[in-house]
């Protein structure tokens, strides 16, 4: 059964930083994409940070200039560094990814980690 589990979430102070991880374990053949999304209380899941299928990256408006991502797709592996944290950085942090499960598939499947909990606050 493939699964995506994420680590390095946390409680951390304001002006503090995290790295997340994100590792992909049993059958795909093929991660096309990958990214992390987050869920703040009370809010809809946003994206925060990917790497589109064809390689460029995209950040919400919000993170830029303090998180960065970074990936492995030989170990199907995903990391999201994040810097200067702030309040409104809390929320729970998901992996996704995208890809084949096989040669012959015909569409891309979406995976879904079961998020991690990041809690900025002095």
């Known amino acids: 059964q493939v699964q995506l589990v994420e680590s390095g979430g946390g409680l951390v102070q304001p002006g503090g930083s995290l790295r997340l991880s994100c590792a992909a374990s049993?059958?795909?053949?093929?991660?096309?994409?990958m990214g992390w999304y987050r869920q703040a209380p009370g809010k809809q899941r946003e994206l925060v940070a990917a790497?589109?299928?064809?390689?460029?990256?995209n950040f919400a408006d919000s993170v830029k200039g303090r998180f960065t991502i970074s990936r492995d797709n030989a170990k199907n592996t995903v990391s999201l560094q994040m810097n200067s944290l702030k309040p409104e950085d809390t929320a729970v942090y998901y992996c996704?990814?995208?890809?084949?499960?096989?040669?012959?598939?015909?569409?891309?499947?979406?995976?879904w980690g079961q998020g991690t909990q990041v809690t900025v606050s002095s």
């Open positions: 996704k990814m995208w890809g084949f499960r096989s040669r012959w598939s015909l569409s891309e499947t979406e995976y």
């Open positions: 790497f589109t299928s064809g390689g460029s990256t």
């Open positions: 049993g059958s795909i053949f093929s991660i096309n994409a």
